[in-house]
C-alpha cells in the first residue's frame, strides 16, 4: 500500500511540475519575443509576434502574481495592447496595474493612458472624460495635467476640427491683439490732440 502512495505522490509531483513552463523558461520566451519585436533590424512592427508576447505576459502575471517581474509585465502589455489598438485588453492590464500597485510611480500614467485608450481606441467619449478628470483630480501636479485637459477638450474631434479651432482662437487672440494695440494708439493721439 506504501509502494502505491509514493507511486502516486511521484506521478502527481510530476504532472503538477510539468503542467507550465518554470518562471526562468517564461522569462526567456519573453525576452525572446521582445528583441524580435524591438530589434533595431527589424523593418516593421510584427503584429503576430506583439500578440504572442501579450498572452506570454498575461500568463506570466496569472502563473506568478507577486513576482518582482509582474508589474513591468503588466505595463508592457498595457501598452502593446494600445500599439495593437487592443482597447479591452488594454484597460484589463491597466486597471489590474492601478488596483495592484496603487502607489507605483507609473499608476499615474496608466491612469492617463487609460483615459486615451477610452476615448481614441474604444470611442467611449463619456468614459475617457470621467477618466481624465479622476486623472486631474488624483495627480493634480502631474505634468501631464494640461495634456489631459487638453484631451478633454477635444474629445471626438478629428484632426481637421482640432486645427481649425486652434487656427480660430489664434485668429481671434490676433485681432483682439489689434484691437488693443489701436486702442492704445488712438487714446495716445485723444491724449495729444488735448495739450
Known sequence: MKKVALAVLLVSMIAFTGCGPS????????????????SPTATSFDSTTARALVKMYEKFV?????????????????NLSVTLKDGNKAIEFLEQFIKKYPNHPKAEVCLFTEGFVYGDILKKLDKAR????????????????NDAQMSIQTLGKSPEQIVREIEARHAADSLRKVDSLAKLHHQGKVKKSKR
Open 23 to 38: 518562471r526562468n523558461k517564461m522569462i526567456s520566451g519573453m525576452k525572446e519575443k521582445e528583441q524580435a519585436l524591438f
Open 62 to 78: 496569472a502563473k506568478f502574481p507577486n513576482d518582482s517581474l509582474t508589474p513591468s509585465c503588466l505595463l508592457k502589455a498595457g
Open 130 to 145: 470621467e477618466t481624465y478628470q479622476l486623472f486631474i483630480e488624483k495627480y493634480p501636479h502631474s505634468p501631464f495635467v
